[in-house]
């Protein structure tokens, strides 16, 4: 069976759709930016180079994604969405229990969806955020 080719408003629904992941990165990174107005400039340079790379990144990939767009139809895959829905909930969630336990929830639960063995979820949940938590405390004095 062979797919049909696309019409100008298939292609256009279906760059759409694929547009979503990248274009959220966008706003997220705009909104990351505006976070950082009215700080010293020395403590809004990682912020600006995320902002920078998520923003060329979000480019990339819409490129692809049209480059992509003229062969035949993919399935929809909604683990994007998930994870999407995912990353925000761990941001909300951070604000409320802190950095630490966020971070292992949010990497267990993505690990686990994303079909990893629950031995290594759990390892990679655990020990990833605590080296990270002891870097930025321990090594930069940074209360996370």
Not at 64 to 77: C, F, H, T, Y
Not at 126 to 135: D, K, N, R, W
Request: proline share 6%; net charge positive.
């Amino acid at each position: 069976m062979s797919a049909a080719p696309k019409t100008s408003t298939g292609l256009r629904k279906a760059l759409l759709s694929e547009a979503v992941v990248p274009v959220a990165g966008i706003v997220y990174a705009v909104a990351l930016v505006w976070t950082t107005w009215g700080l010293p400039q020395e403590s809004t340079i990682f912020p600006r180079t995320m902002f920078c790379a998520l923003v060329i990144l979000g480019i990339l990939l819409m490129l692809a994604e049209i480059k992509l767009a003229s062969g035949p139809p993919k399935p929809v895959d909604h683990r994007a969405y998930a994870m999407l829905g995912l990353s925000l909930a761990f941001v909300l969630v951070m604000s409320f229990v802190g950095y630490l336990p966020a971070a292992m929830l949010f990497l267990l639960i993505s690990l686990i969806a994303l079909k990893q063995r629950l031995v290594v979820a759990i390892s990679i949940a655990i020990g990833l955020p605590g080296v990270i938590y002891a870097l930025f405390t321990v090594a930069f004095g940074i209360s996370l």
